[in-house]
């Protein structure tokens, strides 16, 4: 299983990105997907997710009404829209993949496939 994160960069506060995350070697559709991020020194923390189906999605509240997750299962990819971007949204960005659940996981542990992750860097 390979999940390649890509559309990180450098913008300013108040910008907005677009992470993709391009996945190979599973079935896609059987897995629900979800985005983490990593600050230096910190612990990897949950940012959003999303069902296999696409129509159920869950949010950290620091990113609520900031940021959307969508997915192609067409072209077995998982997107993060993110704007009105923050200095704390300073981060490496991880997409992750796990079976399919009754209830979107939300935790590091419950994620079985990682990808290396891309660097967003907000300045101010």
């Known amino acids: 299983v390979q999940l390649q994160a890509s559309g990180g960069g450098l913008v300013q506060a108040g910008g907005s990105l677009r992470l993709s995350c391009a996945a190979s070697?599973?079935?896609?559709?059987?897995?629900?997907m979800g985005w983490f991020r990593q600050a230096p020194g910190k612990e990897r923390e949950f940012v959003a997710a999303?069902?296999?189906?696409?129509?159920?999605?869950k949010y950290a509240e620091s990113v609520k009404g900031r940021s959307t997750i969508s997915r192609d299962n067409a072209k077995n990819t998982v997107y993060l829209q993110m704007s009105s971007l923050k200095p704390e949204d300073t981060a490496v960005y991880y997409c992750?993949?796990?079976?399919?659940?009754?209830?979107?996981?939300?935790?590091?542990?419950?994620?079985?496939?990682w990808g290396r992750g891309t660097q967003v860097t907000v300045s101010s």
């Open positions: 992750a993949a796990t079976l399919a659940r009754l209830v979107i996981a939300n935790r590091v542990a419950e994620y079985d496939y």
């Open positions: 070697g599973l079935t896609f559709n059987n897995y629900d």
């Open positions: 999303i069902d296999w189906s696409g129509r159920s999605t």
